[in-house]
């Protein structure tokens, strides 16, 4: 047997997926990361979704390495088969009677610009002489992030010796640097972590490119250089100063302060852990949380909220575990139901902010007349094997779910994530992506997907766009709308 039955079960979204299976899963679960962070707060989200995929061996470095042991705590408790520690302990490491680790090899350094110089010296230091070891370079400044993998020797030296000419403290204007570094960051976590997973089981198209993204007017694209110094400086050094702020702030008299909003996230499981991870850390004063299941091994490939020892335990209750764990001040609240016709408006009424994280179609369709007749945006995200989606929908400003998909598929002809499988990283990229949406549409900053839909394909690293209108004949909010309450379709509304 290439995996144990215990394995099996917990990495079966992934085993399920051709382009991974049984001995694709043996070999990331046999893979080892050399991981290089400032904090351990900024390679979190990276360290939650290494872990969760199966990443056999992480050894991190830090330059401050405060919060390690409750990181530990919790990876351990999340995958058991993973061995998380620092390079400078010596803990003795034994898979069957060898001590010798065996398996494919990737450097990761993620870091915030202004401790890049600093980091790739360290990070230049760190390398053997023998042989170069793939490496992922990921960096973040306020809503900005860039992410390179490096297959070659000449091409990373070149990053090194090019680092000298950076300017140290680019960000003239550091308005919402804190919210966006924290966004950005988290995103670049689950990102790193798809790139890891293509690299040990050589698919899809290498990162040998920069990506780059800006997450306030929510754009994404790759550089056609392989060369990222100057690319670096011009990317982060105008960080929405003068008039490229004023373009992306609006009216800021009815913002409210993170503290004193209320969040509602639908669905406590791939789409919903990133968003509450984020949330939490962001200091949302309440976030509410729906579902109605329990907590299976399965989910634990990219439910970063859950963990073993909560299986059995209503995903709800686990998820609000660990956000007061990681924000002891966010009020949580709780609702151990489905969403249905007799519930959806008085859960939804008193929110800010709705996050759709289901997956299924009727749940979706009941979301969208319910925040409709209520007014209230509504962040919509799906994932499904290598592949994302994500759309904010703003009532009576922009098109509504049923413009975009007027037709109600039927459900025996769609696949969840349970037939079809999904990478665990996957519905990170977009959870985080929705939160970015979240605190946009709270503050009051930057351009929303509300009339845009971004697809997110894993294996190229690539996001399109496909812009979307309102439709005037729209059943709900067209010029001669017929569906004046809210539908709940007869199959099953389940989350």
């Known amino acids: 047997m290439i995996l144990s039955k215990n394995q099996i079960n917990r990495y079966l979204r992934h085993i399920i997926i051709p382009e991974i299976s049984g001995p ?61 520690t620092l390079t400078d302990k010596k803990i003795p490491i034994v898979r069957g009677n060898s001590l010798s680790i065996e398996g494919f090899e990737i450097r990761i350094l993620i870091s915030n610009y202004e401790d890049l110089q600093s980091m790739l010296m360290r990070f230049a230091s760190s390398q053997t002489p023998s042989k170069f070891i793939p490496t992922i370079l990921a960096i973040n400044g306020g809503w900005k992030g860039i992410l390179q993998t490096f297959c070659n020797e000449v091409d990373f030296n070149s990053l090194i010796s090019n680092s000298l000419t950076l300017d140290s403290n680019p960000l003239r204007n550091k308005a919402y640097a804190k919210e966006g570094n924290i966004l950005s960051h988290n995103l670049l976590g689950a990102l790193t972590t798809v790139e890891c997973v293509k690299l040990c089981l050589n698919i899809g198209t290498i990162l040998d490119k920069p990506l780059c993204f800006d997450l306030l007017p929510m754009k994404f694209y790759k550089l056609d250089t392989k060369v990222i110094n100057s690319t670096i400086i011009d990317f982060f050094k105008d960080n929405y100063s003068e008039n490229h702020l004023s373009s992306y702030l609006k009216e ?21 852990s990133p968003v509450a991870f984020a949330l939490a850390c962001l200091g949302i004063g309440t976030i509410g949380l729906v579902d109605y299941d329990k907590v299976e091994i399965s989910n634990l490939n990219r439910q970063i909220l859950h963990s073993a020892s909560r299986i059995n335990m209503p995903k709800v209750d686990s998820a609000k575990v660990f956000i007061k764990n990681i924000n002891p001040d966010v009020n949580v609240v709780t609702y151990n139901t489905d969403l249905n016709i007799n519930n959806s408006k008085d859960i939804i009424k008193d929110y800010d902010v709705i996050i759709d994280g289901v997956d299924n179609f009727p749940a979706r369709y009941l979301l969208n007349d319910t925040c409709f007749f209520l007014n209230k945006p509504l962040v919509d995200a799906a ?24 037709v109600k598929p039927e459900q025996n002809n769609v696949m969840r994530c349970s037939e079809a499988g999904v990478l665990g990283p996957v519905p990170g990229v977009m959870g985080f992506i929705q939160a970015a ?22 294996l190229d690293s690539d996001f399109d766009y496909i812009n979307t209108n309102k439709s005037p004949k729209c059943n709900l909010c067209g010029t001669h709308p017929t569906i004046n309450t809210p539908v709940e379709y007869t199959n099953s509304c389940k989350l």
Do not use: W
């Open 24 to 84: 694709g899963q043996k070999k990331i679960l046999e893979s080892k990361i050399y991981l290089y962070s400032s904090t351990v707060l900024e390679a979190s989200s990276l360290i939650y979704y290494l872990a969760a995929s199966g990443i056999g061996y992480i050894f991190c470095s830090f330059k401050d390495d405060q919060g390690f042991d409750e990181l530990y705590n919790n990876i351990k408790d999340l995958n058991e088969d993973v061995v998380v």
């Open 252 to 272: 800021t008299n009815n913002t409210k302060n993170l503290s004193d909003s209320k969040v509602l996230i639908v669905g406590t499981g791939g789409l919903g």
């Open 383 to 406: 994932a499904v094997k290598l592949h994302g989606l994500i759309m904010t929908i703003l009532p009576n400003e922009g098109p509504c779910y049923r413009c975009v998909f007027p």
């Open 437 to 458: 949406e979240v605190v946009k549409l709270l503050m009051k900053v930057g351009e929303t997907l509300y009339n845009r839909i971004i697809y997110y394909d894993a």
